[in-house]
């Protein structure tokens, strides 16, 4: 057994390295045999009771200081980790995002390689995420102390950007299939009407880039948010394009592009829509106090 002939001493500060190292890995159900293996298995047999007893208490002599130390001398910041890895998140999503979104206006596919290699980062940031937001549950515990306004909206935030993550996927794959049927139709040249209607879709992205630049801004830069109508005014004056460029184009063809940019559109309507129902619920309570908050929260 590796740990025969170790003090007592020396078990008890090595036990909460060997725990720390066992969670990094992702195996925290080993650390509840742990510390029975170590107490049973590295005990002499000429001694057992006694050596036994012995090493567990050094064990418990280390996981107390390991416990003080994480709790009193140099507790973990999970908290501003999440923060700081939340934010990394949201840029990166956003950008692309907003990129494949513009690649469908001026039917520019994005490279598998760039495309794989972004949807990779942006899935080890969420699992980060993740990762970090339990580990702050548990750290906050049972606290009733105020939090502050990220604090009550992170979680959410996070899976904004989840959903952004996988409709990012649904935009991508309208483009290939658009370039694909053009393709398959001799690359037709595209209508003033559906000009118009690209055109809409482009000032909605420009509008997103802007709501979540002032959102981000309000969750961790303090920044006083506005309100912003949660309406279907823009989406609607839209669907006046549409029906304008069907009045030219029926039949398969008009269905085909319009299932593209169906995706599309509901997709930076979701976006914009998310954003601004974040910001209006910093709006409405920012000069609340926290426990009003908090009751707010709870009704959305």
Same mark, same amino acid.
């Given at each position: 057994?590796?740990?025969?002939?170790?003090?007592?001493?020396?078990?008890? %500060?090595?036990?909460? $390295?060997?725990?720390?190292?066992?969670? +990094?890995?992702? &195996?925290? =159900? #080993?650390?509840?045999? /742990?510390?029975?293996?170590?107490?049973?298995?590295?005990?002499?047999?000429?001694?057992?009771?006694?050596?036994?007893?012995?090493?567990?208490?050094?064990?418990?002599?280390?996981?107390?200081?390991?416990? %003080?130390?994480?709790? $009193?001398?140099?507790?973990?910041?999970? +908290?501003?980790? &999440?923060? =700081? #890895?939340?934010?990394? /998140?949201?840029?990166?999503?956003?950008?692309?995002?907003?990129?494949?979104?513009?690649?469908?206006?001026?039917?520019?596919?994005?490279?598998?390689?760039?495309?794989?290699?972004?949807?990779?980062?942006?899935?080890?940031?969420?699992?980060?995420?993740?990762?970090?937001?339990?580990?702050?549950?548990?750290?906050?515990?049972?606290?009733?102390?105020?939090?502050?306004?990220?604090?009550?909206?992170?979680?959410?935030?996070?899976?904004?950007?989840?959903?952004?993550?996988?409709?990012?996927?649904?935009?991508?794959?309208?483009?290939?299939?658009?370039?694909?049927?053009?393709?398959?139709?001799?690359?037709?040249?595209?209508?003033?009407?559906?000009?118009?209607?690209?055109?809409?879709?482009?000032?909605?992205?420009?509008?997103?880039?802007?709501?979540?630049?002032?959102?981000?801004?309000?969750?961790?830069?303090?920044?006083?948010?506005?309100?912003?109508?949660?309406?279907?005014?823009?989406?609607?004056?839209?669907?006046?394009?549409?029906?304008?460029?069907?009045?030219?184009?029926?039949?398969?063809?008009?269905?085909?592009?319009?299932?593209?940019?169906?995706?599309?559109?509901?997709?930076?309507?979701?976006?914009?829509?998310?954003?601004?129902?974040?910001?209006?619920?910093?709006?409405?309570?920012?000069?609340?106090?926290?426990?009003?908050?908090?009751?707010?929260?709870?009704?959305?």
């Amino acid at each position: 057994m590796a740990f025969y002939g170790l003090r007592d001493l020396e078990m008890g %500060l090595a036990t909460p $390295l060997v725990i720390w190292l066992v969670l +990094r890995l992702g &195996l925290g =159900e #080993v650390v509840m045999a /742990l510390v029975p293996m170590v107490i049973i298995l590295s005990s002499p047999r000429e001694a057992f009771l006694t050596e036994a007893f012995n090493r567990s208490i050094g064990i418990f002599i280390g996981l107390v200081s390991g416990v %003080l130390v994480n709790g $009193l001398i140099a507790p973990p910041h999970y +908290r501003e980790k &999440l923060i =700081e #890895v939340s934010k990394r /998140l949201n840029e990166v999503m956003a950008e692309f995002f907003c990129s494949l979104a513009t690649r469908f206006n001026n039917i520019s596919p994005m490279p598998d390689e760039e495309y794989l290699s972004k949807r990779n980062e942006i899935k080890s940031l969420l699992t980060e995420c993740r990762v970090y937001l339990e580990l702050w549950k548990e750290q906050s515990g049972k606290e009733t102390k105020q939090l502050p306004w990220q604090d009550q909206l992170l979680e959410r935030y996070i899976d904004f950007n989840s959903n952004l993550y996988h409709k990012s996927k649904d935009i991508y794959e309208a483009t290939e299939e658009r370039i694909q049927w053009r393709k398959q139709h001799g690359n037709p040249s595209i209508s003033p009407e559906f000009e118009a209607i690209l055109a809409m879709l482009a000032h909605g992205n420009k509008d997103f880039v802007r709501l979540n630049k002032r959102l981000q801004g309000s969750l961790f830069e303090g920044e006083s948010a506005e309100h912003y109508p949660v309406d279907e005014e823009f989406w609607q004056e839209m669907s006046t394009f549409v029906d304008q460029w069907h009045e030219r184009l029926t039949g398969s063809h008009y269905l085909h592009a319009f299932m593209f940019l169906a995706v599309v559109a509901n997709n930076l309507k979701f976006a914009n829509r998310t954003a601004k129902e974040f910001l209006n619920i910093i709006h409405e309570n920012q000069d609340f106090g926290c426990v009003a908050i908090q009751e707010k929260l709870k009704e959305n």
